[in-house]
């Protein structure tokens, strides 16, 4: 059964300021200074699509942007997912809205896109970021290559 909770105030807040597009490239530009150097800012476009499988327990969605890499015709696709709370792996459910975006565009006989996942966090206990290999055991340099 789908959870009813409303979205918290710092949501809220989240996603109307960074569905405002002059925010968003400034945000690029000044935090992100490598991804803005390979992307055109001026064609950023919100998408309004909604990635996640209906069946999962999702409350608050993604805010997704396409854009344009400079120089070539190639296109990739920001992520920015908001959090207060992290779940045990963020990196799980990042990778479940990928999948979901890719599956869309695969399903509409689209050429799929790179994602670039960008999560925000302001909870009151720390995170500490874990690269995604790290959440298995017994990992060599080999296996790593993998994951």
């Known amino acids: 059964m789908k959870s009813k909770r409303t979205p918290t105030p710092h949501d809220r807040y989240f996603k109307q300021l ?7 490239q400034d945000f690029i530009s000044s935090a992100l200074p ?3 150097k390979r992307i055109d800012v001026d064609s ?3 998408d309004n699509n909604s990635y996640i499988d209906k069946k999962l327990d999702v409350n608050f969605a993604d805010i997704v942007y396409n854009c344009k890499l400079k120089g070539k015709k190639a296109k990739i696709a920001l992520i920015f997912e908001h959090k207060s709370q992290i779940d045990t792996i963020p990196d799980l ?3 479940t809205y990928m999948s979901e975006f890719l599956n869309t565009l695969y399903k509409q006989e689209k050429r799929l896109t790179p994602l670039i996942s960008i999560l ?4 009151k206990d720390g995170y500490n970021f874990k690269p995604f290999e790290e959440y298995f055991e017994g990992l060599d340099d080999f ?5």
């Open 18 to 24: 960074f569905t405002q597009m002059p925010e968003v």
């Open 34 to 36: 490598e991804i803005s």
């Open 44 to 46: 950023l476009e919100l």
């Open 93 to 95: 459910q990042l990778l």
């Open 120 to 123: 925000f966090y302001h909870g």
């Open 143 to 147: 296996l790593k290559d993998y994951i």
